[in-house]
């Protein structure tokens, strides 16, 4: 606490107490550290410190206590925590970006999971399930490729951090790759099969 002394001068503490409190960006927590430092005369690393607070991710640690489910397929249990982590990365997005941005979001990543699950449930028992097969996991393919242009879009807005974006990416990435080598073992199984 500032105090005045008699002369009409501010009395400026010699310690500053660590404040802790919720940041909008990496960016104004960036500033609160640098300011910590310089009032505390200490040398700060703004781009170590960036890096550090883009590891960071409260919401990525909370989806990650999520459990395997050893009934899903992997693919299956990518995308569900993909979809916790976009609901709980947007649950705290400014509500103007709520119509537009979140909505969006959160429908793309459970249209991706009904249609992975759908797929899942088809039985490769003929070429015409194994082509609606087939069909589901290329429609689960686009939502996901939608899901990362709407989020390219909600970080270029604000709506989102560039950590959490990130994060994002590589979850969709991981869960593409999963389809793609789902796929791949389908065709594989189908061949052998003929």
Same mark, same amino acid.
Request: charged fraction near 25%; charge should be positive.
């Given at each position: 606490?500032?105090?005045?002394?008699?002369?009409?001068?501010?009395?400026?503490?010699?310690?500053?107490?660590? =404040?802790?409190?919720?940041? /909008?960006?990496? +960016?104004?927590?960036?500033?609160?550290?640098?300011?910590?430092?310089? %009032?505390?005369?200490?040398?700060?690393? &703004? /781009?170590?410190?960036? #890096?550090?607070?883009?590891? #960071?991710?409260?919401? *990525?640690?909370?989806?990650?206590?999520?459990?395997? /489910?050893?009934? +899903?397929? @992997?693919?299956?249990?990518?995308?569900?925590?993909?979809? %916790? =982590?976009?609901?709980?990365? &947007?649950?705290?997005?400014?509500?103007?970006?709520?119509?537009?941005?979140?909505?969006? @979001?959160?429908? =793309?990543?459970?249209?991706?999971? !009904? *249609? *992975?699950? $759908?797929?899942?449930? &088809?039985?490769?028992?003929?070429?015409?399930?194994?082509?609606?097969?087939? $069909?589901?996991?290329? !429609? %689960?393919?686009?939502?996901?490729?939608?899901?990362?242009?709407?989020?390219?879009?909600?970080?270029?807005?604000?709506?989102?951090? @560039?950590?959490? =974006?990130?994060?994002?990416?590589? $979850?969709?990435? #991981?869960?593409?790759? *999963?389809?793609?080598?789902?796929?791949?073992?389908?065709? #594989?199984?189908?061949?052998?099969?003929?």
């Amino acid at each position: 606490m500032l105090q005045v002394n008699r002369n009409g001068a501010l009395k400026i503490p010699k310690e500053i107490e660590l =404040y802790e409190t919720n940041s /909008n960006s990496i +960016d104004d927590a960036i500033a609160i550290k640098k300011a910590l430092a310089i %009032a505390n005369e200490q040398k700060i690393n &703004t /781009n170590k410190l960036k #890096e550090q607070l883009e590891m #960071e991710d409260q919401d *990525l640690q909370m989806i990650s206590k999520i459990p395997f /489910n050893a009934n +899903d397929l @992997m693919v299956i249990t990518v995308v569900k925590k993909l979809g %916790a =982590y976009v609901i709980a990365v &947007t649950e705290k997005s400014p509500k103007k970006f709520r119509g537009v941005f979140v909505n969006r @979001m959160q429908n =793309y990543c459970l249209d991706a999971l !009904e *249609l *992975l699950l $759908q797929a899942n449930f &088809t039985r490769m028992d003929s070429q015409a399930n194994k082509m609606i097969r087939d $069909q589901f996991q290329k !429609e %689960a393919i686009v939502k996901l490729k939608l899901l990362g242009y709407v989020a390219m879009v909600a970080q270029s807005s604000n709506c989102i951090l @560039m950590r959490q =974006y990130k994060q994002i990416s590589i $979850q969709l990435a #991981e869960a593409i790759n *999963l389809i793609v080598a789902w796929k791949k073992s389908d065709d #594989e199984r189908w061949r052998k099969k003929i």
